[in-house]
């Protein structure tokens, strides 16, 4: 798995490419998926993402393996293409849709009690432990969703945050699957910069 960003696509596009030659002795190009910002800081529901992450200073401890552990500076990434139903979603009231996800739309301010099969209830970080998210809106008019890109320092906070959503447990599902589905999913470790640049020495 690589990601890459830049300020243009065209930019993208060639480093892209750039990777893939370098990597063509040992590795093949078997899927790909552009991702752009909306709005800035809102996904496709046109909500507020990612309200809860930590600072940039915070996530080091959040996302990154501390000294001393297995996998010390490594993270593990969980990462997911979300489909929407757009139609189905967009037909909702407002209230509907801040039931759902738990927050008010206009300010993102948590509903107070939070609905039970909300993606906030089901997600709580105070619960679950906290990730560090750097979703991403992809797709056309006609397919189109979020791809969720999670760090964590450990794999089963995750984990557990995922099969919350699904209802695997004592708890309700969350009650957003049912507008968006995920269609991919995987989990990897991402290897420190030195482990890398080890890795690299070795080749």
Same mark, same amino acid.
């Given at each position: 798995m690589i990601w890459l960003t830049g300020a243009s696509y065209d930019v993208v596009f060639d480093l892209s490419r750039a990777v893939v030659m370098s990597?063509?002795?040992?590795?093949? @190009?078997?899927?790909? #998926?552009?991702?752009?910002p909306y709005h800035h800081d809102l996904d496709?529901?046109? *909500?507020?993402?990612?309200?809860?992450?930590?600072?940039l200073v915070e996530a080091t401890t959040v996302a990154i393996v501390p000294d001393g552990a297995p996998g010390a500076g490594s993270s593990v990434l969980l990462l997911q293409?979300?489909?929407?139903?757009?139609?189905?979603?967009?037909? &909702?009231? #407002?209230?509907?849709?801040?039931? #759902?996800?738990?927050?008010?739309?206009?300010?993102?301010?948590? @509903?107070?009690?939070?609905p039970p099969t909300s993606h906030v209830a089901r997600t709580d970080q105070d619960t679950f432990g906290k990730? *560090?998210?750097?979703?991403?809106?992809?797709?056309? @008019?006609?397919?189109?969703?979020?791809?969720f890109v999670g760090f964590c320092r450990e794999q089963r906070t995750l984990a557990a945050m @995922?099969?919350? &959503?699904?209802?695997?447990?004592?708890?309700?599902?969350?009650r957003l699957t049912?507008?968006?589905?995920?269609?991919t999913g995987a989990y990897y470790v991402i290897p420190s910069a030195d482990a890398l640049a080890r890795f690299g020495a070795n080749a």
């Amino acid at each position: 798995m690589i990601w890459l960003t830049g300020a243009s696509y065209d930019v993208v596009f060639d480093l892209s490419r750039a990777v893939v030659m370098s990597l063509s002795d040992t590795a093949v @190009l078997e899927n790909e #998926i552009v991702g752009w910002p909306y709005h800035h800081d809102l996904d496709l529901t046109g *909500f507020i993402d990612g309200t809860e992450n930590p600072s940039l200073v915070e996530a080091t401890t959040v996302a990154i393996v501390p000294d001393g552990a297995p996998g010390a500076g490594s993270s593990v990434l969980l990462l997911q293409q979300w489909e929407h139903d757009a139609i189905g979603w967009e037909a &909702m009231s #407002i209230e509907a849709q801040e039931d #759902i996800i738990g927050r008010r739309k206009a300010d993102s301010e948590e @509903l107070d009690p939070k609905p039970p099969t909300s993606h906030v209830a089901r997600t709580d970080q105070d619960t679950f432990g906290k990730i *560090f998210r750097r979703n991403i809106a992809y797709g056309t @008019l006609r397919d189109h969703g979020t791809i969720f890109v999670g760090f964590c320092r450990e794999q089963r906070t995750l984990a557990a945050m @995922l099969d919350s &959503m699904i209802g695997r447990g004592d708890g309700p599902p969350d009650r957003l699957t049912s507008v968006t589905h995920a269609i991919t999913g995987a989990y990897y470790v991402i290897p420190s910069a030195d482990a890398l640049a080890r890795f690299g020495a070795n080749a």
